[in-house]
C-alpha cells in the first residue's frame, strides 16, 4: 500500500507526525503478523521540496502534490487552524488551492482520507459530494455551510465512505491511521494499537462542548440561552420555540442546519453537560443530579451517559 501525505506550510506537526508514525510501526511489524500483507509504503508530497509546519518542523517532500493521482491513498492532514474563520481562509491560499485541484484530479482507484481541518480541502474537491463524512466537531456548522451536499456526522470518529475515509479532530489523526490499516489487516492494526497502547475511541460525542461549537444563528444562541435557564424543567419544543419568538418548524429547520441536532437531541446534550459537570465538581450521584437536569430519576440519565458522555 502506498500513501501519499499531502503537506503544505502552516500543517498541524502532531498530525503528519501521528499518521507517519502509525504507519511506520505498521511496516516495521507487518511481516511478523502477516507476510502476505503488503508493504506500507509513506512518502510526503506537497506544493515544493520543504514544507514548514506550523509549529516550525520542517518536512522535506517526495515529489509534487499531482502525485497523489499515483498512490493507492491520498491522505491530508490537519492544516494546523483553530477556528472556522483561519480553515476557510486557508483554502484561498494558493498552495492548497493547488492541493484541492489534486485531489479532484486523483481519480479511482485512489482512496482519499482526511482528518481534522484535512477534511474541508477534501470537500472544496467536491469528492464528498452526496455522502457521509465526519470532521472537527467543532467546525461542524461551517462545514455544513460550505458544503451542504456533503451528509455531515459530528458523532463519528472515522467515517468510511467509498473511496473516501475522514475522521475528526486533531488527534483522530491515530484512528484515521489505524483505520487504513485495518482495510488493509485487521491483526495488522490490531497490532499496532497494542504496541503504541492507543484505545478504541469510535466516536467524538464524549468531547463535543455545545458552548465551543461555532454557531452563530441568532435562533440557536436564543434557544440555547432559554434552554440552559430551564434545564431542570420538562421540555415542550413548541413552547421552548414560542420562547426565542419562532416557530417549530423553523427552530427545527435552524437547529439541524447549524449543528446537525434536533431540539431534543440538543437539549439531552446539555443535560448531559450539565450533569457530567455536577457529578464531577460535588461528587453528587447520577439520581442525585438527575432531577436537576430535567429528569425524575436516574435511570433515563444513565442510558444517556452511556450514549452520549
Same mark, same amino acid.
Given at each position: 500500500m502506498r500513501l501519499g501525505v499531502a +503537506?503544505?506550510?502552516?500543517?498541524?506537526?502532531? $498530525? +503528519?507526525?501521528?499518521? @507517519?508514525? @502509525?504507519?511506520?510501526?505498521?511496516? +516495521? +511489524? /507487518?511481516?511478523?503478523?502477516?507476510?502476505?500483507?503488503?508493504?506500507?509504503?509513506?512518502?510526503?508530497?506537497? #506544493?515544493?521540496? %520543504? @514544507?514548514?509546519?506550523g509549529s516550525g518542523w520542517a518536512i522535506p517532500t517526495a515529489g509534487p502534490l499531482a502525485a497523489l493521482a499515483d498512490v493507492d491513498v491520498a491522505v491530508v492532514p490537519a492544516m494546523g487552524t483553530l477556528t472556522a474563520d483561519d480553515t476557510l481562509a486557508m483554502l484561498e491560499i494558493t498552495e492548497v488551492r493547488r492541493l484541492v485541484r &489534486?485531489?479532484?484530479? *486523483?481519480?479511482?482507484?485512489?482512496?482519499?482520507? &482526511?482528518a481534522c481541518t484535512g477534511t474541508f480541502p477534501v470537500a472544496e474537491a467536491g469528492v464528498l459530494? /452526496?455522502?457521509? $463524512?465526519?470532521?472537527?466537531?467543532? !467546525?461542524?456548522?461551517?462545514?455544513r455551510? %460550505?458544503?451542504? &451536499?456533503?451528509?455531515?456526522?459530528?458523532? &463519528?470518529?472515522?467515517?468510511?465512505?467509498? /473511496?473516501?475515509?475522514?475522521?475528526?479532530a486533531a488527534f483522530a489523526h491515530v484512528d484515521l491511521a489505524l483505520a487504513l490499516l485495518r482495510q488493509s489487516s485487521p491483526e495488522l492494526a490490531e497490532q499496532v494499537a497494542r504496541l503504541l497502547v492507543i484505545d478504541e475511541r469510535p466516536s467524538q460525542g464524549a468531547y463535543l462542548a455545545l458552548d465551543h461549537l461555532d454557531h452563530r444563528d441568532d435562533v440557536v444562541v436564543a434557544f440555547e440561552h432559554h434552554v440552559?435557564?430551564? !434545564?431542570?424543567? #420538562?421540555?415542550?419544543?413548541?413552547?421552548? *420555540?414560542? $420562547?426565542v419568538g419562532t416557530s417549530r418548524r423553523t427552530l427545527e429547520r435552524r437547529l439541524e442546519r447549524s449543528l446537525g441536532l434536533? #431540539?431534543? *437531541?440538543? @437539549?439531552? %446534550?446539555?443535560?448531559?453537560? /450539565?450533569a457530567v459537570h455536577l457529578m464531577r465538581t460535588t461528587g453528587a450521584s447520577v439520581d442525585q443530579v438527575a432531577p436537576r437536569v430535567g429528569y425524575a430519576n436516574g435511570s433515563t440519565l444513565r442510558a444517556l451517559l452511556r450514549r452520549l458522555a
Open positions: +503537506v503544505v506550510d502552516g500543517c498541524f506537526t502532531a $498530525a +503528519v507526525a501521528a499518521i @507517519v508514525d @502509525v504507519l511506520t510501526v505498521a511496516e +516495521v +511489524v /507487518r511481516s511478523s503478523v502477516d507476510p502476505a500483507i503488503p508493504p506500507i509504503e509513506v512518502e510526503m508530497l506537497g #506544493p515544493r521540496r %520543504r @514544507v514548514t509546519t &489534486a485531489l479532484g484530479q *486523483a481519480g479511482d482507484p485512489v482512496r482519499l482520507a &482526511a459530494d /452526496r455522502g457521509r $463524512a465526519t470532521t472537527s466537531w467543532w !467546525l461542524g456548522t461551517a462545514f455551510q %460550505r458544503y451542504p &451536499a456533503v451528509d455531515l456526522d459530528l458523532e &463519528a470518529m472515522v467515517v468510511t465512505d467509498g /473511496r473516501t475515509m475522514t475522521a475528526g440552559r435557564a430551564h !434545564l431542570g424543567e #420538562p421540555f415542550d419544543v413548541a413552547g421552548a *420555540a414560542r $420562547a434536533s #431540539p431534543l *437531541a440538543f @437539549v439531552q %446534550r446539555l443535560r448531559v453537560e /450539565r
